[in-house]
Structures are given as C-alpha cells and as structure tokens.
C-alpha cells in the first residue's frame, strides 16, 4: 500500500491557524472512520492528537481539530502557538488491515 | 499509568541478527495491540506491523513482509521485533506503540531504539 500524501511543509505566524491535509484512497481514508493524527517534535517519540478523525485524546488542546471529507482528511491548528512547531503525520486503518502513514508535513511557526 | 520501555540502542554489522524489545507495563498486555514503527535518518514514519499478545495474531505491512519477524512473550509482558540478517538500510529509529485494536489510532508510544547497522 502507498503511503498516504500530505504536503511536505506549511507555514504560519503565531495566533494564526493552518490546515493539513492528508490523501488517500477508498481503501483507507476514505474508507473508514479511523483516521489519527500525530505530533512528533525531534528527537521525540510520536503523540497522538486526533483520533478517529476528529477526537482529541484527553490533554490536547481544543486549538487542535479534524475532519475528514471522502479520500481526505484534514487537521486544522487554529491560534498557532510557538509549540506547535513539529512534523505531523496523518495514519489511516487500510482494507488489508494494516495502517499506513502519512508522509509527513513540517509546520513552521513563523 | 501505561508505559512502553523499549531495549536500549544497538550497533550491529551487515549479516548480524538482533532482537529488540518493548516491555507494556500499567495494563493488561494481553488486551491490547503493539505496532512497530520505523522512523529512518530524517524521515517519515512507516507503519510495520503489529501483534496481538493475546493470541499472537499478527499481520505485517506488505513492504516489511519476511523482511522481519514480530512477536510477544505474554508472560513478561513484551513484545519483539526481530532480525535475521541486518542490512544497513535497517538503521533506523524503532518505536512500539500501543493500539486499542487493530485499526484504532496509538494512544502511547515506546522512547524509540535506535538501530545503527554498519561494517
């Protein structure tokens, strides 16, 4: 299975907010409701921040939103915060259950 | 609290086997699924493959295939990834992570073991 494909990169300024975006296909994204979102700072281990498409585990903070819309998903930071500056990974459950991973996006807080 | 420790780092030649582990503590092991994930020099994660340490069931994503071998001992409470003959393509950063079930999102991850394999 391919991975899934995000943008390599997004940008923004602080207070402002940014989306994600995450593709795939009918197999996966687009076919089921187990859709994730991670954060990962470097040299970190991955945490999850949205689950199931748009649930945020308990601790994340509500600046931090999903959605899914047919064979793409989204994330959406909104009120940018120095912090948030991280690589960010979209997962998806597959028809060959298995999962699959984005290929990244590096958020840059301006 | 839930925690996944995982073996600590390893430095191994081309041909070498190795066996890393991550051990489930705070939970019942045998109810919840671990993934393997590899993270290599500068990259993206990709997803391995994963274990039921209840009944062993295990399904492996098809780029990682007979390439390497997932298991788990219920009676310590870990589970393994394992090589049988490294590459130096297999350096790389390992993370286990904890899955609710096979196609939910992982709610805790181990602190990565790092795989340095070179002649």
């Known amino acids: 299975q391919s991975a899934l494909t995000q943008p390599a990169s997004v940008s923004g300024s602080p207070g402002q907010s940014i989306t994600i975006s995450c593709t795939g296909t009918s197999s996966d994204v687009g076919g089921y409701k187990y859709v994730s979102w991670y954060q990962q700072h470097p040299g970190k281990a991955p945490k999850l921040m949205i689950y199931d498409v748009s649930n945020r585990p308990s601790g994340v903070s509500n600046r931090f939103s999903g959605s899914k819309s047919g064979n793409t998903a989204s994330l959406t930071i909104s009120g940018l915060q120095a912090e948030d500056e991280a690589d960010y990974y979209c997962?998806?459950?597959?028809?060959?259950?298995?999962?699959?991973f984005g290929g990244g996006t590096k958020l840059t807080v301006l | 609290e839930v925690q996944l420790v995982q073996s600590g780092a390893e430095v191994k030649k081309p041909g070498e086997s190795l066996k890393i582990s991550c051990k489930g503590s705070?939970?019942?092991?045998?109810?919840?699924?671990i993934a393997w994930v590899r993270q290599m020099p500068g990259m993206g994660l990709e997803w391995m493959g994963i274990i039921y340490p209840g009944d062993s069931d295990t399904r492996y994503s098809p780029s990682f295939q007979g390439q390497v071998t997932i298991s788990a001992d219920k009676s310590i409470s870990t589970a393994y990834l394992q090589w049988s003959s490294l590459k130096a393509s297999d350096s790389a950063i390992y993370f286990c992570a904890r899955h609710e079930t096979i196609a939910e999102a992982a709610g805790y991850w181990g602190q990565g073991t790092l795989v340095t394999v070179s002649s």
């Open positions: 997962s998806s459950y597959t028809i060959s259950s298995t999962q699959v």
């Open positions: 705070g939970y019942s092991f045998t109810s919840y699924w």
